[in-house]
């Protein structure tokens, strides 16, 4: 014997306002007795500092308490028999399979009238933060029996009344970058010489377009191995009275290979196209309650000719080094309509 569970959507996603409906589908070989078929539904904030983003301190606590978002369950079926090939209740329907039961149920995500105590998050899989839904039936039998379960992971993405409506206008920002804006070391070729690139990039975009800017280069004293656009990832866990928060580079897109070329040249292009369309498992809007946060950015790498990079040529872009120019800005992720 064995049970499956099979949602009304093969995307699994769904609104808080909306009911998670699907199926139970359930092979016997032979007519089993049980206590009760239910369905449970639970969302989850899992939240864990690894020793390399915090201190000696922080890094007891490990794992830490799991804030819990919602827990729903509904009786489908109440306690009874499932006899093999007949249909006991208007519930249960046979399949073309005449040893295989369907037992549909609908559940209701979010109550309505209960939007200050019920706290919906998007479905959220990062490198120290999960923000997770399940669901699981469980077909509870006796003592000398072995119950029966199956769990799915089901998406939550925010209601459409709350998604900003299109067309939007991005909030482009402009930008420079020379010697006098850096806050580390530099190549002394650079610091005696000059350098200067200018340009403009939003710092707000829906998650499903592109983020288009234009850039630069004016001047350089040094030629110009690449340029690069990062978006940084920020999760931040409130551990004990303070925040612990760990940087990722989530995607990154060359957006000019110089190959040594831009040495003192006025070359301007722009950033078109340049697609992070993130999937929901890897981003989520901001969220700014406690004890958590996710945020992001966009930073515009420099990486000038040098021999010193050839001997890192895999060093962490966020690490400032003497031949990298950086310039880094806030990122807003939404989701639009």
Request: charged share 20%.
């Amino acid at each position: 014997m064995s049970i499956e569970l099979k949602l009304s959507r093969s995307s699994r996603i769904y609104c808080p306002n909306e009911f998670l409906e699907g199926k139970i589908i359930l092979k016997l070989n032979s007519s089993i007795s049980h206590q009760g078929v239910r369905i449970t539904a639970n969302g989850t904030v899992n939240l864990q500092v690894r020793g390399g983003s915090a201190g000696v301190i922080e890094s007891f606590y490990g794992v830490i308490k799991p804030v819990h978002i919602m827990n729903k369950s509904v009786e489908v079926k109440p306690s009874g028999k499932l006899s093999s090939g007949t249909t006991e209740i208007s519930l249960v329907s046979i399949s073309d399979n005449s040893n295989s039961f369907q037992i549909p149920f609908s559940m209701v995500l979010k109550e309505k009238g209960k939007d200050d105590f019920e706290r919906f998050y998007e479905t959220y899989h990062g490198a120290n933060i999960s923000i997770q839904y399940l669901i699981t039936a469980d077909i509870t039998r006796g003592y000398l029996h072995k119950s029966l379960s199956a769990t799915m992971e089901f998406i939550i993405e925010s209601e459409k009344d709350s998604l900003y409506k299109r067309p939007m206008s991005p909030e482009m920002v402009s930008f420079y970058i020379t010697q006098d804006t850096q806050r580390h070391p530099l190549l002394p070729e650079l610091l005696s010489g000059r350098f200067r690139v200018t340009g403009k990039i939003p710092t707000q975009c829906s998650l499903s377009d592109p983020l288009t800017g234009e850039l630069t280069v004016e001047a350089s004293a040094v030629p110009i191995r690449s340029i690069d656009i990062h978006v940084l990832r920020m999760e931040s866990i409130l551990v004990g009275e303070k925040y612990v928060t760990e940087t990722s580079v989530i995607q990154t897109t060359q957006v000019a290979d110089g190959d040594g070329e831009f040495l003192f040249r006025y070359f301007c292009f722009a950033i078109y196209e340049l697609c992070f369309v993130i999937h929901t498992w890897l981003s989520v809007p901001v969220s700014l309650q406690l004890p958590f946060s996710i945020e992001f950015q966009v930073s515009i790498v420099i990486t000038f000719q040098s021999e010193l990079s050839k001997l890192q040529p895999k060093a962490d872009p966020r690490t400032p080094r003497l031949w990298l120019a950086l310039e880094t800005l806030p990122l807003r992720l939404f989701r639009a309509e």
